[in-house]
């Protein structure tokens, strides 16, 4: 059973609004949480992570936020621009251990110009 | 600097061949996974090393699907015989030994693999 889910597989935002990509996990014992984009037929990169013991992080137009009571984080991307366009994986661990990794299956985020 | 590197980056198969997908993780990387891809399922990990050595391959589907690791530079996954379900896209990550508790992996481009 996917401990960690993205239940939208698809997402479309006009350029240079906010995308808000949701993930949802299982597992109370995850502490740390990442996500990756991967674009066409390239590896996924890591993007921004965050630890179980913040509930925001920011890095530039990416923020990440965790709501721990509702087994919730969500990636929000201000503003969006075409170059974000790429499938969005959420990823969740504990003992922040990358052989611990659980990833769900992604989100397609398309950004119209 | 080189990132990891798979080969080859689509392979065409029939049922019942041996496939065997290459990996080359960088430099200097103590831990190297292989993961899966698909639709249904997202991101799965198979197997993953350590100095070269196996440490959990409880991810492995079944006794079909067979990983090395060799040395420090080279890793292959091998499904003998491949069936249609076992077409996906097979990625390897690496990650040096201190990175290891972040989960930053470094990923390879990824195998296509289609089994006909």
């Known amino acids: 059973d996917q401990q960690v889910k993205q239940n939208s597989p698809s997402l479309s935002v006009q350029e240079g609004r906010i995308s808000i990509l949701n993930c949802d996990y299982t597992n109370s014992m995850f502490d740390y949480f990442l996500w990756y984009k991967k674009y066409p037929a390239e590896g996924p990169t890591f993007l921004i992570s965050i630890s179980s013991i913040k509930d925001k992080n920011e890095d530039g137009r990416f923020t990440v936020f965790l709501n721990k009571s509702a087994k919730h984080l969500s990636l929000h991307i201000v503003p969006s621009q075409p170059g974000d366009s790429a499938v969005y994986f959420c990823?969740?661990?504990?003992?922040?251990?990358?052989?611990?990794?659980?990833f769900g299956t992604g989100t397609r985020l398309t950004v119209i110009p | 600097d080189a990132g990891v590197i798979q080969s080859p980056r689509h392979e065409v198969t029939e049922m019942g061949q041996e496939v065997t997908l290459r990996c080359k993780p960088i430099?200097?990387?103590?831990?190297l996974f292989w993961y899966r891809q698909t639709m249904m399922r997202g991101l799965e990990l198979l197997i993953y090393f350590n100095n070269n050595v196996p440490i959990d391959d409880s991810g492995m589907p079944e006794d079909r699907f067979s990983a090395k690791m060799p040395n420090a530079s080279f890793s292959t996954l091998k499904i003998q015989p491949s069936e249609p379900r076992d077409s996906a896209v097979y990625f390897c990550a690496s990650i040096p030994g201190r990175g290891r508790d972040t989960g930053e992996l470094f990923f390879g481009e990824g195998s296509r693999l289609t089994v006909l």
């Open positions: 430099s200097g990387h103590d831990y």
């Open positions: 990823a969740a661990t504990f003992q922040t251990g990358a052989n611990n990794l659980f």
